[in-house]
């Protein structure tokens, strides 16, 4: 009986294989590691889900930065040349372009006289029609290069454009900009005033456009776009270039022509020249026969 007390029956432990003896415990791991899989796939999904969005987010905010930069426009409208006046039907030419092609009469109305010689105008000269002063604009959108006081020419202003444009203001009574400004088309630079180069013109303000140095009619392309002058030069040096390779390949073809016509000449010069060489050589005689006899005849008549 003490032996009993002293040694209790204690209750039976469940084993691990008891376990998984269990009819429910195989499902049930199966299930777990499911939900596991499962769970794992949806985490990794959202994952990958939050970085899209924060790609798009970042590319978004990258795009609206771009955007919120200063954009070249593709198709910016060309400006047009214009007058340099701030109205066009208050002012006329005084003195036109001097142009090469045009008639005596017109390059004569082209020369500025000056220091006892005929100068040819490079530009035109404008002036009111009621012999008063106005403001000078500029004619295109450009950089001034050169704001001075020329002692002969008044005040002058050169502003340049693209492609080797350049647009002249000269015979300014005074200036409101300098070198390095840059303008606006129509923008105010200066006032009308006198010069000594051509003092018969009175208040009136010269104005030039130059291309590569070489100055243009500006009549011809007041109201143009930019593009007529620039596209214009670039053809006309292309045909100059065009003209000049089909004239050296006429040469060419011309000389090679020549030299071809004097070798075949000269072909049919040679058996012509063997040719009489055989009957001097083979001939002699028989003149020789023939001229005795009328000589002696001509003798024997004497």
Known sequence: MREEEKNPISPKKPSLQRLFRKRWVFPAIYLTCAALIVAGALWFQNKQDEKTKKDEYEYSQAGTSQ???????????????????????????????????????????ALVFYDNTYHPNRGIDIVRKDGKAFDVTASLSGTVTKAEKDPILGHVVEIEHENGVVTVYQSL????????????????????GQSQFNQEAGIHAHFEIRKDNKPVNPIDYIDQPFTALTEQKAGNENATEQNNATSTDEQT???????????????EETPSTEQSTDEETTTPSDEQSYKTPDASIGMART
């Open 173 to 192: 009574a005074d200036v409101k900009v300098k070198a390095g400004d840059t303008v606006k088309q129509g923008q105010v630079i200066g006032k009308a």
């Open 67 to 109: 955007q919120n930069e200063p954009a070249v426009p593709v198709n910016e409208a060309v400006e047009k040349f214009t007058m340099p006046v701030l109205d066009p039907n208050s002012v006329e030419i005084q003195k036109p372009f001097y142009d090469y092609h045009a008639s005596k009469e017109e390059q004569e109305a």
């Open 253 to 267: 073809k011309e000389n090679e022509q020549t030299t071809s016509d004097e070798q075949s000449q000269l072909n």
